[in-house]
Structure formats: C-alpha cells, structure tokens
C-alpha cells in the first residue's frame, strides 16, 4: 500500500497480491472515491453486486456499508474526502443542499467520462510524492478538486443562481414531511407553490429523484437516525417502521436495505 495526505485529503493506492474481501460499516464523515487501475472488484451494494472494472469509479457516501472482493491482480486508487471539506467548498461558493447533508445521488462513473478529473488527480498525486511541498499549494488542490467533484459528481448540492430558493423550498418541504405522517405529492407542490408537474420536473433536475422517492428516504433516513442513536426509546422495529408511515413491513425492510445496504435489525444490533 502506498500512502500519501495532501492536505486534508487522504491518497491511497492499493495491491492485494490475491483475492481479498474487505467489509465495513459506514465511513463516519468521510466519502471514499475508488478508482480501479488494474484487474477487477465485485462491489455489494443495497442488494446488488456490481463487477467493476479498470478505468471504472465509484463515489460512497458516508452513511453506506462497503464490501468489496478483489480479483488477485487488481489495483485500486482510493482518495478520502472529509465532509468538512466539502461544506467549505459550499460556504464558499454560496452553493446550498438539504439540511440532511451532502450526498452524492449517483454511485458509479467512467473516469474517462468525467471532464478533467483523471489529470487533475494525476496533478494531485504528484505533488503527493514532491519532496517539495508547500502547504497553500495542497490546499489550493484539495479545493479545487472538492469543487470539481460537487460539479461533475452528481449530488443534492445545487449551484446554480436561484438555487437558494430551491432550498429554502426544501427546507420547507423537509418540516412539512417529518411533522406530517401521510404527505401527498400534490399539498408538497402546493406548498412550493407550482403546480404538480412543474414540481416533478424541479425535482428531477435538482434533487436527482423523484418526489415520491425523496419522502420516502427522508423517512428511512429519520428511521435510520433513531436506529443509530442509543438515547432512541425503540420499543420494536415494527413500531418505528409505523411511526414513520411505512405499514407494509416486507416493502419497509425492502426499501431500507436498498438504501443502506443493510435490514433495519442489523443496525440495530450494530448499536447495541
């Protein structure tokens, strides 16, 4: 393994001279971009399991589980991002994301496919291995490239000029579905004061899912965050699944573990 920081970044690059299986829970407050230089990985994820190849990138956020099986030849480049890191790009910037954090909507890339990214990686680990480092020049490329990551990446961040106001709407809409046990499509565009189309399409472009889909992981993510947290009262999972709205227990356990890539049990008793 070869190791190098640059400022707060951390650039790791990896062998593992046979096949190999590494599992963990979530990354804390860190997100993993791994890159594939040689061979091949076998990622698990919410329930699927991906062959990921060289030249193939994959982005996790901070809350996924990760497991992985490394052929024998491969070799990977792993670059950690702290989410300081990233909220400082958008203080910044004046760019905005939902009170819930950063998170990147979209997992899996071909490097070559995003603009700029594979040079300016090969900059960075350069000036990793300089004998002749200087600290504002590591941190000059540990903005830029948080930076080139919120843009070409896609995530909740919204960059564009009137994106304040989107999220002051999704401020809005976030109180509204956390104090509201059956919310509708329809009173959620009623409150951003367009009409059901439009809003579809507002959530599309920005958020990157659904209306539907975004209530429902506001819910599992608020499930999720009394699952974790050990002054959480829980009597029983299936009382916290009603709680929060879900009354089909299959399609809740289902939908839970399509988006953390575990049930709601195994968190639990990760807690205890």
Not at 27 to 56: F, M, P, Q, T
Not at 67 to 88: A, G, H, M, N, Q
Not at 199 to 220: A, D, H, M, N, Q
Request: glycine share 6%.
């Amino acid at each position: 393994m070869s190791y190098r920081a640059l400022a707060d970044l951390d650039l790791c690059r990896i062998t593992y001279g046979g096949s190999t299986r590494v599992s963990s829970a979530a990354l804390n407050d860190v997100y993993h971009i791994h890159i594939l230089l040689r061979g091949s990985c076998l990622w698990r994820v919410k329930g699927r399991c991906l062959c990921l190849r060289a030249g193939e990138l994959i982005v996790i956020n901070p809350d996924e589980p990760v497991d992985f099986t490394y052929s024998e030849d491969c070799e990977k480049f792993i670059l950690k991002v702290p989410l300081r890191v990233l909220e400082d790009v958008c203080s910044e910037q004046r760019w905005v994301y939902p009170k819930h954090g950063i998170r990147f909507i979209e997992a899996f890339y071909s490097l070559a496919d995003v603009e700029g990214l594979a040079a300016l990686l090969d900059m960075m680990r350069k000036e990793a291995e300089s004998e002749n480092r200087a600290y504002r020049v590591d941190k000059s490329y540990q903005y830029i490239f948080a930076a080139k990551m919120l843009s070409l990446l896609k995530s909740n961040v919204l960059r564009a000029g009137h994106n304040a106001t989107i999220a002051v709407m999704l401020e809005t809409i976030d109180s509204y579905i956390d104090g509201n046990m059956d919310v509708r499509v329809e009173e959620l565009a009623g409150l951003a004061g367009v009409g059901v189309r439009v809003f579809y399409t507002l959530f599309e472009r920005y958020v990157g899912v659904s209306p539907k889909r975004y209530i429902r992981g506001r819910r599992l993510d608020k499930v999720r965050e009394c699952l974790t947290d050990s002054t959480c009262n829980i009597k029983s999972i299936t009382g916290l699944a009603f709680d929060y709205g879900f009354v089909h227990l299959g399609r809740f356990s289902s939908f839970y573990k399509d988006r953390f890539g575990e049930l709601p049990s195994e968190t639990l008793m990760r807690r205890v």
